[in-house]
Structures are given as structure tokens and as C-alpha cells.
């Protein structure tokens, strides 16, 4: 498993090929992402900043951090939960597919996985069918991990 500051060299290096940078304060709130095991609001950044770094940062700028982030691929915006994760395909070289997240409800733990390629066409046909177009197809289901589904509900 790649450490923190690996994907973070990877994620400079795909800013770099991009034309972006990708600045100190951007690797602070990448930083917290990568290594949060839940989803992240920007004041949840916001905190981590402050207690990692002992340095505030005001809302704004990790709002506009978020953005750069999501925009160049590298963070997930949650829109159930109004929060976000690191793409966990930072340090891959390989095509990625459209991303489904599955959040527990319980500690908002959040796994991506790739949906597979039949599913989305089967579900444009459908969106397609009812009059509309599908812009995102990512998609969030709300779960409960295997750490927090009672124990006698799993048997």
C-alpha cells in the first residue's frame, strides 16, 4: 500500500503533465483526504489543517482547494453528504471507470468502486428513455459497512 506522500508525488506529477500545480496548500487538503478512512466536509479540512499543520486556512480558500481538486480528478464530491474523499486511483496509470461509492451510514466510511460499463449504458438507456440526459453517472449508495452492521443482522 502506497504511503501518503507517495500519492501525493504521483498527484504533482499528474498536476505537472496537466499544466497544473499543484501548490503546498493544495497538498494539505489532499493530505487529509488520503489519509481520513470517511469522507471530509471543507470544516473538517478545515480542522485538520489546524491540527496538523497548526495553520488556519479560511473557508474560501479550501472551497476553491476542493474545486481545483475535483476538477483535476484527484477528489470526489459526495453530493448525499456534501463532503469529499481521495480518488483512490491517484497513483494508477490505467483508464478509470465511473466511480460508485458506498457510504456506511453509520461511521461514513466510504469505499470506491468502478461500476461496470453495461450498467451505466443500461442506465443512460434509461434516464435517456424518460425524457432527460445524464451528465454525472457517479453514483452514491448509503450502506452499512461490515464493522458496523449489528452482529445479529449478519447472521
Do not use: W
Not at 472551497?63 to 475535483?70: D, G, S
Amino acid at each position: 500500500m502506497k504511503t501518503a506522500e507517495s500519492i501525493i508525488q504521483d498527484a504533482e506529477h499528474y498536476c505537472k503533465t496537466r499544466g497544473t500545480r499543484l501548490t503546498a496548500k493544495r497538498k494539505k487538503i489532499l493530505t487529509g483526504l488520503i489519509q481520513s478512512d470517511k469522507a471530509l466536509s471543507a470544516y473538517e479540512l478545515i480542522d485538520f489543517c489546524k491540527t496538523e499543520y497548526g495553520e488556519p486556512m479560511p473557508a474560501m480558500s479550501v472551497y476553491r482547494i476542493l474545486e481545483f481538486l475535483e476538477s483535476e480528478g484527484l477528489v470526489h464530491k459526495l453530493n448525499l453528504a456534501n463532503k469529499y474523499v481521495a480518488c483512490t486511483h491517484i497513483s494508477c496509470d490505467h483508464k478509470h471507470a465511473v466511480p460508485q461509492f458506498l457510504i456506511c451510514k453509520s461511521c461514513s466510511k466510504v469505499k470506491e468502486v468502478s461500476i461496470n460499463e453495461s450498467t451505466i449504458s443500461a442506465l443512460n438507456e434509461t434516464v435517456k428513455s424518460a425524457g432527460f440526459d445524464l451528465f454525472n453517472p457517479q453514483v452514491e449508495l448509503n450502506c452499512l459497512c461490515d464493522s458496523c452492521i449489528p452482529i445479529d443482522a449478519a447472521s
